[in-house]
């Protein structure tokens, strides 16, 4: 069966400081991989998805990058966090044709 | 201009008292509608796609229903349990899903 796993489930970084979130997935491959961030009170915001290793399509201009070194690895790098990137971090997959998504458990990025 | 819209954005049932959740869309071709439920904390989990206009599908108290502008999420005798934000999401023209920002359901014994 397929599984995702997403790490680590909370986190509290400094302004300034680097981030980097691993998501993985088993059971499936070539999956499509996807980053949402989630702020309180709000909808999903996708950040980047990927169709394959080394392609990655991000939809919003922000202090975050992603990565995708595997086919069923995919990473959500900083820099230098802002406080404004703090929020609930989601990776999902799902296979083409498009069809639903299946989330991790999230990881909740607070920025201090 | 907002492409799924959910509502209400918050709704409080007593347990038994059966209701439901709206999601209108604007976007044409639709390749698919989703419902999820998340709790507090959690990663959305799956309910239900439906694809075509008249189209139904049911698990145990909930049932979704979709017609060319918009889907039902009905909650029958709803109990304690039931309580999340349920989500609705489409895909119409590719891979992505488009998110509402969700209905958040209390149900009060």
């Known amino acids: 069966s397929q599984t995702i796993h997403q790490w680590p489930a909370t986190l509290v970084q400094p302004v300034g400081s680097p981030l980097s979130l691993e998501c993985t997935v088993e059971?499936?491959?070539?999956?499509?991989l996807y980053w949402y961030r989630q702020a309180a009170g709000r909808g999903l915001q996708l950040l980047f998805y990927?169709?394959?290793?080394?392609?990655i399509s991000s939809e919003v201009p922000q202090n975050l990058s992603a990565s995708r070194p595997q086919d069923r690895q995919f990473i959500l790098s900083s820099k230098k966090l802002l406080l404004s990137d703090s929020g609930f971090y989601l990776c999902a997959w799902s296979v083409r044709p498009s069809g639903g998504y299946t989330f991790g458990s999230g990881t909740r990025l607070t920025v201090v | 201009e907002d492409q799924v819209t959910q509502s209400p954005e918050a709704l409080r049932l007593q347990e038994g008292e059966s209701s439901s959740l709206n999601c209108s869309y604007t976007v044409s071709g639709l390749r698919g509608l989703f419902w999820y439920r998340q709790d507090p904390g959690k990663g959305p989990e799956f309910l239900f796609t439906?694809?075509?206009a008249g189209e139904e599908k049911e698990k145990e108290r909930l049932k979704a229903t979709l017609t060319k502008k918009e889907s039902f999420l009905h909650i029958t005798a709803p109990k304690p349990e039931d309580s999340a934000t349920y989500l609705c999401a489409l895909s119409y023209n590719t891979d992505k899903l488009i998110f509402g920002t969700g209905t958040r359901l209390q149900v009060f014994p």
């Open positions: 059971g499936t491959s070539n999956p499509n």
């Open positions: 990927s169709v394959g290793i080394g392609q």
């Open positions: 439906l694809y075509s």
